[in-house]
């Protein structure tokens, strides 16, 4: 089961796009890995990862 949606997504501010395929893969892997196990972590791995929603980086993958 995934711990964080397209829905969770949308909620916390990003902008819908095919960024959010890599969002969610990202988390996903990292549940796989034992890397997050909660929603708020998988949160918290794509604002490190992908930056803060609004943010021009936000979607582009530049922080990993």
Same mark, same amino acid.
């Given at each position: 089961? +995934?711990? #964080?949606?397209?829905?969770?997504?949308?909620?916390?501010?990003?902008?819908?796009?095919?960024?959010?395929?890599?969002?969610?893969?990202? #988390?996903?892997?990292?549940?796989?890995?034992?890397? #997050?196990?909660? +929603?708020?972590?998988?949160?918290d791995l794509v604002r490190r990862r992908f930056g803060p929603p609004?943010?021009?980086?936000?979607?582009?993958?530049? +922080?990993?």
């Amino acid at each position: 089961r +995934r711990l #964080v949606t397209g829905d969770d997504l949308l909620a916390e501010g990003y902008t819908a796009g095919p960024h959010f395929a890599r969002m969610l893969e990202a #988390v996903e892997d990292a549940q796989l890995e034992s890397g #997050v196990c909660t +929603r708020e972590e998988g949160l918290d791995l794509v604002r490190r990862r992908f930056g803060p929603p609004g943010e021009p980086s936000a979607g582009s993958g530049a +922080r990993q």
